[in-house]
């Protein structure tokens, strides 16, 4: 089972600032992983498929890297409305059936 | 446009089982599958299972695995999943989500989310 570690799990950041958060797979088993953000009292939003593809209406300033085990989300000036917390994804099979695994989340908060 | 709509809110007592339905508009309902993620008070998002939405097939989280179904009616473009023997650990939001239409290995679209409280 894959286990996905993000970091940090608090990260304090001020408006216009760079921000880039972390995403670990225990394994490398798939060079598609998926970011979410998630505001109090929301769903999850996707911003990110496949390590670097924005999801429609995606602002240009939210980025990710990878494959391999190692993934980045970068927010390149952060907005008001961007401070949230964001997860990453991941799917695996299981006897040809999907399964998911979600990493604890990173929450970014304002300085 | 694509909608996933869920069902209210529910109390339950510990022991007992819920059933949340999530219907479905704007797209094909079959060509899509379902999974159900849940989050708990202040904590992260737990994926419980998957059906397919074509034939029904499943797959459950192990850790829920025998306390949980999943279900479709494609008639109604509804999917349900139900929870038995209800512990005060499963208070959680439970949501629905579609498989993405870029490449199904993440969701594009999400239920507004069902509160499930489990207490005596």
């Known amino acids: 089972e894959i286990v996905l570690t993000q970091s940090p799990a608090t990260l304090s950041l001020s408006p216009g600032e760079r921000a880039t958060l972390s995403c670990r797979a225990s394994q490398g088993v798939s060079s598609y992983l998926a970011w979410y953000q998630q505001k109090p009292g929301q769903a999850p939003r996707l911003l990110i498929y496949?390590?670097?593809n924005r999801a429609t209406g995606i602002p240009a300033r939210f980025s990710g890297s990878g494959p391999g085990t190692d993934f980045t989300l970068t927010i390149s000036s952060l907005e008001p409305e961007d401070f949230a917390v964001y997860y990453c994804?991941?799917?695996?099979?299981?006897?040809?059936?999907?399964?998911?695994?979600f990493g604890q989340g990173t929450k970014l908060e304002i300085k | 446009q694509v909608q996933l709509v869920q069902s209210g809110a529910e109390v339950k007592k510990p022991g007992a089982s819920v059933k949340v339905s999530c219907k479905a508009s704007g797209y094909t309902f079959t060509s899509y599958g379902i999974s159900w993620v849940r989050q708990a008070p202040g904590q992260g998002l737990e994926w419980m299972g998957w059906?397919?939405?074509?034939?029904?097939?499943?797959n459950y989280a192990q850790k829920l695995q025998g306390r949980v179904t999943m279900t479709t009616d494609t008639s109604t473009s509804t999917a349900y999943m139900e929870l038995r023997s209800l512990r005060s650990d499963d208070t959680a939001v439970y949501y629905c989500?579609?498989?993405?239409?870029?490449?199904?290995?993440?969701?594009?679209?999400w239920g507004q989310g069902t509160l499930v409280t489990v207490s005596s």
């Open positions: 994804q991941q799917r695996s099979n299981w006897h040809a059936a999907p399964m998911y695994t």
């Open positions: 059906i397919s939405a074509y034939n029904g097939n499943t």
């Open positions: 496949d390590a670097s």
């Open positions: 989500a579609r498989e993405s239409a870029y490449s199904s290995e993440e969701f594009d679209y």
